[in-house]
């Protein structure tokens, strides 16, 4: 018997490889968990924070397309904090193409492909973990859930009212929290036993006994009808085989702190969460001394506020600039954004080193890194116009692309 | 009923010979093949209904043809015939059907192949 702990003998596979298009345009150039969020983080700092707090001290994060701006963060802010003189690590996987000559076909194929990286570390758990989810969890909670119930597989989940409940893979449980069904995006979602208006959703989540994990990929890798995917295919079959599936209901098993989780899938998901942010009593409050979220930094000088300059309800990150006449109202302003004189800014999003021209007016914008908006240039006003240059979201938040190019005539 | 044709990989000429001598004196039609190159290119023309596999070929090794043997014929059986039990350790053994350890002569191998094939042929005339 080993003299490790549980989670020593954890190892946690991040899946950090989609396409991310529901996010576009903020995908366009990288990958969704290295997309800014919450104006000094990228996605993926929640769910490597949550590791570190947790004590998980073995990390592959499993990268694919538009990766070269995430691995760059995960080597400037995270690789350094794990000891390879320990046996610690954090590393950045691309496909490898040992076993399959194709990109990753699903998310239980992302793990087959990577299977020689289990062979080799041996942990006797292993925790699946997404890039792009913002939450906090505590998984030595969830490790103790598992090795009490006795389970090879135990899935966090989360409820959700029954009417929201087909956007997500629903679970059928026992009272003993033994799954006996799993529906990915049911039509009829099935209730909670004791709670007919609620719904148990999976949140992604899963920690896997290493040999329960290895035979379901393998067996699904040989699958010619399966789409590879744990929600879709994986789970289901492991249900109808009476494998010993567990739920981990968060809002029962951990202290309200842990209860906020929210899978960033759509710009309107992206934007709401921003603004919920800005809310006197957050429900993921970023103040929080317990469970710090850790992120990279350039070196910033402090924000700057010049003369007269009205802000509410808002956030700034370092590196800011504010000049004179500057309104700013329910907005995000991540490092190093410029807000020019006597522009106004309400309900934006404006993601780091974004330069407003002076006078420019923005509403209900998020502007993607590094852009900079004309002096006098309008914004958010009027959708129909906007939808013929930008993208706007179907809850009618406007998008500026990374790389976009202002024409001259539209300056007013 | 057609024989079943199975496809030995073994790099030791005398072994490759005398596991198909004793699977074509039980009735199967078994070619042979010395390494991992040559058993993919048969496979990516001919079909066969198992194969068996060493691992420890020259070159490319068993291990490695594992993974291809599945993206050319999904699902197509596999015995691994190895005189070395701990490469069990490296999970994408776990890909093939049956895990077998070499014994002197091929009896053994002869009762593996014969089951994995009642076996298929269970799995294929259940409802």
């Known amino acids: 018997?080993?003299?490790?702990?549980?989670?020593?003998?954890?190892?946690?596979?991040?899946?950090?490889?989609?396409?991310?298009?529901?996010?576009?345009?903020?995908?366009?150039?990288?990958?969704?968990?290295?997309?800014?969020?919450?104006?000094?983080?990228?996605?993926?700092?929640?769910?490597?924070?949550?590791?570190?707090?947790?004590?998980?001290?073995?990390?592959?994060?499993?990268?694919?397309?538009?990766?070269?701006?995430?691995?760059?963060?995960?080597?400037?802010?995270?690789?350094?904090?794990?000891?390879?003189?320990?046996?610690?690590?954090?590393?950045?996987?691309?496909?490898?193409?040992?076993?399959?000559?194709?990109?990753?076909?699903?998310?239980?194929?992302?793990?087959?492909?990577?299977?020689?990286?289990?062979?080799?570390?041996?942990?006797?758990?292993?925790?699946?973990?997404?890039?792009?989810?913002?939450?906090?969890?505590?998984?030595?909670?969830?490790?103790?859930?598992?090795?009490?119930?006795?389970?090879?597989?135990?899935?966090?989940?989360?409820?959700?009212?029954?009417?929201?409940?087909?956007?997500?893979?629903?679970?059928?449980?026992?009272?003993?929290?033994?799954?006996?069904?799993?529906?990915?995006?049911?039509?009829?979602?099935?209730?909670?036993?004791?709670d007919p208006d609620h719904s148990l959703i999976s949140m992604g989540i899963y920690l896997f006994n290493t040999e329960t994990l290895v035979r379901a990929v393998i067996k699904d890798a040989k699958r010619r009808d399966s789409s590879h995917d744990f929600g879709k295919d994986v789970l289901p079959d492991l249900v109808r085989n009476k494998a010993r599936l567990f739920a981990f209901n968060i809002r029962r098993e951990l202290p309200p702190l842990f209860h906020y989780w929210q899978d960033i899938g759509t710009l309107d998901s992206y934007y709401q969460a921003h603004m919920e942010l800005l809310r006197p009593d957050p429900p993921l409050p970023l103040h929080h001394d317990e469970w710090t979220i850790r992120t990279y930094l350039p070196p910033l000088p402090p924000a700057v506020l010049q003369g007269r300059v009205q802000i509410r309800h808002s956030l700034l990150a370092p590196g800011c600039l504010v000049e004179e006449g500057a309104i700013v109202e329910n907005s995000v302003l991540g490092y190093g954004v410029q807000v020019g004189a006597g522009a106004t800014v309400t309900g934006c999003v404006l993601l780091p080193r974004v330069r407003i021209g002076a006078r420019a007016k923005l509403l209900r914008t998020i502007v993607d890194e590094e852009v900079t908006i004309p002096e006098g240039e309008t914004i958010g006003f009027d959708l129909a116009m906007e939808r013929r240059r930008f993208v706007v979201s179907e809850g009618g938040v406007v998008v500026v692309p990374t790389g976009v190019a202002f024409q001259p005539s539209s300056v007013s | 009923m057609a024989k079943a044709r199975i496809l030995v990989v073994e790099d030791e000429e005398m072994q490759r010979q005398l596991y198909c001598e004793e699977l074509a004196a039980a009735g199967y039609e078994a070619i042979g093949v010395g390494n991992a190159l040559e058993a993919e290119e048969f496979l990516s023309r001919e079909r066969v209904d198992v194969v068996v596999l060493d691992l420890n070929l020259p070159g490319v090794s068993g291990l490695e043809l594992l993974p291809r043997i599945h993206e050319l014929h999904p699902g197509l059986p596999v015995i691994i015939h190895t005189a070395y039990g701990s490469y069990r350790d490296e999970f994408i053994s776990w890909l093939a059907d049956v895990f077998l350890v070499k014994s002197p002569d091929a009896g053994n191998l002869v009762e593996a192949v014969e089951e994995l094939l009642n076996r298929q042929r269970e799995v294929a005339s259940s409802p």
């Open chain 1, 1 to 194: 018997m080993s003299r490790l702990s549980p989670m020593e003998r954890t190892l946690a596979m991040v899946l950090a490889g989609g396409l991310g298009e529901r996010l576009y345009p903020l995908t366009k150039v990288k990958a969704k968990p290295a997309v800014s969020f919450g104006a000094i983080y990228r996605i993926i700092d929640f769910t490597l924070s949550n590791c570190l707090h947790s004590g998980i001290r073995r990390l592959f994060v499993l990268t694919q397309h538009k990766s070269l701006p995430l691995d760059r963060h995960l080597r400037l802010g995270w690789s350094n904090l794990f000891r390879a003189e320990l046996g610690e690590f954090l590393e950045s996987v691309p496909p490898q193409q040992r076993l399959v000559r194709e990109w990753y076909r699903g998310t239980a194929d992302a793990v087959f492909q990577n299977i020689d990286l289990l062979s080799h570390e041996r942990p006797q758990f292993v925790l699946i973990l997404s890039g792009d989810h913002v939450y906090r969890m505590d998984y030595r909670a969830m490790l103790d859930f598992h090795l009490t119930k006795g389970a090879e597989v135990t899935i966090a989940c989360t409820t959700v009212p029954r009417s929201q409940a087909s956007r997500f893979g629903v679970m059928e449980v026992d009272r003993n929290d033994r799954l006996i069904g799993f529906e990915e995006k049911p039509s009829n979602p099935k209730p909670l036993p004791d």
